[in-house]
Nanobody, 122 residues
Framework: QVQLVESGGGLVQPGGSLKLSCAAS????????MAWYRQAPGKEREFIAL???????NYADSVKGRFTISRDNAKNTMYLQIVSLKPEDTAVYYCKAVGVRRWLGDRFNDYWGQGTQVTVSS
């Protein structure tokens, strides 16, 4: 089985910064891409950013310039650096592993983490 564990969330004042981590563990041969999503209270889960195994990135327009996604392939760990936090960034942040193969020849699977709460408030 594959597990994703997010960490780094918490209470931050507006204008502050935060770095989230997502560690994937278990039987993993390869991961095509990793992504961050968030879900604010009463809203649907929305895409934030994605990073491919080669380091290519894609961001939602709403977070460009303030959010930076990165990845350590050797550790199967992904990060999300957030600066200039705003109250509207308050949400549960989820990571997703896309196109995971548990062994060579395995079919592609996607996995979600349990989420980490980020609250931006003074």
């Amino acid at each position: 089985q594959v597990q994703l564990v997010e960490s780094g969330g918490g209470l931050v004042q507006p204008g502050g910064s935060l770095k989230l981590s997502c560690a994937a563990s278990g039987s993993i041969a390869s991961i095509n891409a990793m992504a961050w999503y968030r879900q604010a209270p009463g809203k649907e889960r929305e895409f934030i950013a994605l990073i491919g195994s080669g380091g290519n990135t894609n961001y939602a327009d709403s977070v460009k310039g303030r959010f930076t996604i990165s990845r350590d392939n050797a550790k199967n760990t992904m990060y999300l650096q957030i600066v200039s936090l705003k109250p509207e960034d308050t949400a549960v942040y989820y990571c997703k592993a896309v196109g995971v193969r548990r062994w060579l020849g395995d079919r592609f699977n996607d996995y979600w983490g349990q989420g980490t709460q980020v609250t931006v408030s003074s």
